[in-house]
């Protein structure tokens, strides 16, 4: 089975902090896709990254960087010099093939960030 | 432009109703996807499809039903079975062809309250 845990339930910093959002994940497969969305107010859910299973270099896009580590099962994402438009609920999820049925997402339970002025 | 669309942003039912969700895409995604959210939940998956005329249960489908008859569209249905229906529902769509994982898009979601 698949699973994704996101400990930290709500963050709140003021704005100019860096700030991490971890994400631990467990499953089977030794092929599979990790992925951070982000859901501001509107409720749409927007992607900001995919990696998989065999790529552990790490990313940096802007003030956002992913630290991938296979080792530790997680995937923790870091927002440098946090702004008030950084405050959304940040969700990881974890992708696999499932079976005969293709594709499958599981999500962790979110972290609210809340980026205080 | 292309994306997801789901209708209405918001529903109200009174219990014993089915109601049913809209979620249309132009993306030419052969897989699409229906979550339920609840506060402090995450997403949950109700039904997926990866083709049209096929879709398989997630892990909270007792109370939905689905259909799949158009690669652009795949409504979701609350039956009054559905014991707790009131939730935030995502509809998503990915490319996924075998053998590889595409990131999914999402609509911006339906908010379901009974009254």
């Known amino acids: 089975a698949q699973k994704v845990t996101q400990a930290q339930t709500e963050i709140s910093v003021v704005e100019k902090e860096d700030v991490t959002l971890d994400c631990v994940y467990e499953?089977?497969?030794?092929?599979?896709?990790l992925f951070w969305y982000k859901q501001p107010p509107s409720g749409e859910l927007v992607f900001l990254i995919r990696?998989?299973?065999?790529?552990?270099q790490n990313e940096i896009s802007g003030r956002y960087s992913w630290n991938f580590q296979k080792s530790t099962s997680s995937f923790n994402f870091t927002i440098t010099a946090s702004q008030v438009v950084d405050s959304a609920v940040y969700f990881c999820?974890?992708?696999?093939?499932?079976?005969?049925?293709?594709?499958?997402?599981?999500f962790g339970p979110g972290t609210r960030l809340s980026v205080l002025p | 432009d292309g994306g997801i669309t789901q209708s209405p942003k918001y529903l109200f039912r009174k219990e014993g109703q089915n109601v049913t969700l809209s979620c249309e895409q132009n993306?030419?995604?052969?897989?699409m996807y229906w979550y339920r959210q609840d506060p402090g939940q995450g997403l949950r998956l109700i039904y997926y499809?990866?083709?049209?005329?096929?879709?398989q249960k997630g892990d909270i489908a007792e109370g939905y039903s689905v259909s799949r008859e158009k690669k652009e569209s795949f409504p979701l249905t609350v039956t009054s079975a559905q014991k707790n229906p009131t939730a935030f529902y995502l509809c998503a769509s990915s490319i996924d062809p075998p053998g590889l994982v595409s990131e999914a898009f999402f609509g911006q979601g339906t908010r379901l309250t009974v009254v």
């Open positions: 499953t089977r497969d030794t092929t599979y896709y």
């Open positions: 499809s990866q083709i049209v005329n096929d879709f």
């Open positions: 999820a974890l992708s696999a093939e499932d079976g005969n049925y293709g594709q499958n997402f599981v």
């Open positions: 993306l030419n995604h052969d897989a």
């Open positions: 990696r998989n299973s065999f790529d552990e």
